[in-house]
């Protein structure tokens, strides 16, 4: 039988580089957003879930990611720039909607939703 394992606590090692975001803050752009104008310190940015988003924590201290394009840390979305707040909602969206409510009804009707 092995000895057991020792737990040591986490040092974070001299070598690892600093975050390049330090101080840098990120303004929400998105303009149906509900945190739309306000500012918070950059964290960092990464990508995750297939697109770059930035992390910051909010007014609660709650650790908070959102697309960057929804920020001024990212390119904006064409959509939403060629819209200029008249559109509530992009077109890619609607079509998922048409479809999420096409197969709801669907299973409503042969009885599968039940």
Known sequence: MSPPLQRVPYQEPSTTARDAHEGQVVDITHPFHPLYGRRYELLTVRQTWG???VFFY???????????SWTNAGEADPFVTMARGRAHYRPADLVQLATLVAQLGASVNTGEGT
Request: net charge negative; glycine share 8%.
């Open 51 to 53: 697109e770059y988003r």
């Open 58 to 68: 909010d007014e609660q201290g709650v650790l908070t990611a959102l697309p960057a």
